[in-house]
């Protein structure tokens, strides 16, 4: 039986309210589909407006076996593109981040337009089309500050995506915003041992003692049901709807994106040790009451996000391997607040700098007792874990999908 006729069966014969079968967290192939049907194929969070804030300015960064390259143009607009040279494949850009008048391949010095366009190639004869070698570009959207990407040769439409997420997050103005910090810790586990550990508080009293000084662990606030018959959030809703902030829990039909004002502790801020703001100069002027909360964006598969009333953060989920994955924090302040007088960068970042190693712990861990012959899949908590469990399914359902789309593809050839 081959791997997609595989997956597809134990899939479909999955238990409902369980966690997935080994393979699916260790192995090599099902890492590699993954990738294929998921990965290369969906829209994906990659970074901020605010980190190519000029034109010329730059990232890249590497999604399977696909490096990409984004740029902001002199037109103003942000682009992607595959960072291969169309001459022999180098990479035109090997920096992390940087400033480029143009885009110039280290290895034969071809040189490209910021709109990708190739500009000069060297000794390359008269009948040489330039035209026909610009840089292969990548679908690129921005809202609301943020960046997505997908790779595939033919996008889903964005449109559901920011008709839902732009009015939650344009109060924040994150396009105006900076990065005040950011860094990536490797897990040693699949991307989806990440994702199931995020998407609950079951374990936050036992592992995140700072985290809980101001993030509730009640699963209305973190899981998929029941928020609106919480009377705490439900009155956090009307209060923060009333003052023009769009509140309420809303999620895709197919369970992919969602976003949710949730409040805080009673009397928290922010992510600090003392629930006071981290930042001492607004977010926004958009914002205009105190003890907001935090609105969370989730989009699967690559991010999750924090918005407050002084800063925002986001994390960005890359997969490096079948049993290793990169997490990318970002911090977010008002672009004119100054470190050491707006904010202390240790106070500003240690809350989740802490709970970020220790889901690193409990994602290694994790993977350590599914490597062994004796794990099979156990049942999930139904109080707790719903938002596990809504994860689990939305995968299960999305690759039965693409696995089943490919197969009507065969079909129709054969």
């Not at 143009?102 to 000794?123: E, N």
């Not at 006071?276 to 958009?286: E, F």
Request: with cysteine; charged share 20%.
């Amino acid at each position: 039986m081959d791997i997609h006729n595989q997956v597809l069966r134990q899939l479909k014969n999955r238990r409902e309210g369980f966690s997935l079968e080994q393979p699916f967290y260790i192995d090599p192939d099902y890492y590699k589909l993954d990738l294929e049907m998921i990965w290369y194929r969906d829209w994906l969070f990659i970074g901020h407006d605010c980190e190519v804030a000029k034109p010329g300015n730059y990232f890249t960064l590497q999604i399977g076996d696909y490096p990409v390259l984004v740029i902001r143009g002199r037109d103003g607009e942000i682009r992607a593109f595959h960072n291969t040279c169309r001459h022999r494949g180098h990479r035109v850009c090997t920096k992390e981040s940087g400033s480029a008048v143009r885009l110039v391949c280290p290895y034969h010095q071809w040189t490209y337009q910021h709109d990708g366009s190739l500009m000069a190639a060297r000794h390359m004869g008269e009948n040489f089309d330039k035209s026909q070698y610009g840089l292969k570009k990548v679908h690129c959207e921005t809202v609301a500050g943020y960046i997505f990407i997908c790779l595939a040769n033919e996008a889903p439409d964005f449109a559901p995506v920011r008709a839902m997420i732009e009015p939650y997050m344009a109060p924040h103005r994150l396009s105006e915003a900076k990065v005040a910090h950011q860094n990536t810790i490797i897990e040693k586990g699949n991307w989806k041992l990440v994702w199931e550990n995020n998407r609950e508080c079951y374990h936050c009293a036992g592992n995140h003692p700072e985290l809980c000084r101001t993030y509730p662990e009640a699963p209305t606030a973190t899981g998929v049901q029941g928020a609106g018959d919480d009377p705490l959030i439900a009155e956090h809703w009307a209060r923060c709807e009333g003052s023009g902030l769009p509140s309420t829990f809303t999620m895709s039909t197919d369970g992919q994106f969602r976003v949710a004002r949730m409040p805080l502790i009673e009397g928290a801020e922010s992510y600090t040790m003392n629930g006071q703001r981290a930042v001492h100069r607004p977010l926004s002027d958009d914002v205009t009451i105190p003890q907001i909360g935090t609105m969370l964006l989730f989009h699967y598969p690559s991010s999750w996000n924090h918005m407050l009333g002084d800063h925002a953060i986001s994390f960005r989920v890359t997969p490096l391997g079948p049993e290793e994955t990169a997490v990318t924090t970002k911090w977010l302040v008002h672009k004119d607040a100054v470190e050491g007088v707006d904010y202390n960068l240790e106070e500003l970042t240690h809350v989740w700098d802490m709970t970020n190693d220790q889901d690193r712990q409990i994602v290694e861990e994790n993977a350590f007792g599914i490597r062994s012959p004796a794990y099979e899949p156990g049942p999930y908590s139904e109080a707790h874990e719903g938002g596990v469990m809504q994860f689990v399914e939305w995968y299960s359902n999305f690759m039965m999908g693409r696995l089943q789309g490919e197969q009507s593809k065969l079909s129709v050839v054969a």
